[in-house]
Nanobody, 123 residues
Framework: QVQLVESGGGLVQPGGSLRLSCAASGRAFTDYANSWFRQAPGKEREFVAAISWNGGTTYYADSVKGRFTISRDNAKNTGYLQMNSLKPEDTAVYYC????????????????WGRGTQVTVSS
């Protein structure tokens, strides 16, 4: 079992930046890949980005490629999502997930989830 807690969300103007954190506890964070999903009101949960257990491989949704960067610090048991050039359409609750997932873009591949952090992009 691994417990995940997200932080770093908030209100930001279009074009601004935020850095989300995902603090892991319980079982070793290095056992798992790590991902971020988001869910806007009335929409399904959407894949954002994922990273392998050692940080060597990353994968992004086309909608965030070039603007968002996923990373992790295994010594701190923490994952990160750096979000730049934010747009109003990025507004959503952002969720951190972890597991030995084989299909990273599929939400059902991830067994461990945080409760989410709200990101609102608005002027």
């Amino acid at each position: 079992q691994v417990q995940l807690v997200e932080s770093g969300g908030g209100l930001v103007q279009p074009g601004g930046s935020l850095r989300l954190s995902c603090a892991a506890s319980g079982r070793a964070f290095t056992d798992y890949a790590n991902s971020w999903f988001r869910q806007a009101p009335g929409k399904e949960r959407e894949f954002v980005a994922a990273i392998s257990w050692n940080g060597g491989t990353t994968y992004y949704a086309d909608s965030v490629k070039g603007r968002f960067t996923i990373s992790r610090d295994n010594a701190k048991n923490t994952g990160y999502l750096q979000m730049n050039s934010l747009k109003p359409e990025d507004t959503a609750v952002y969720y951190c997930a972890a597991d030995k997932a084989s299909w990273w873009s599929l939400a059902s591949s991830w067994g461990y989830w945080g409760r989410g952090t709200q990101v609102t992009v608005s002027s």
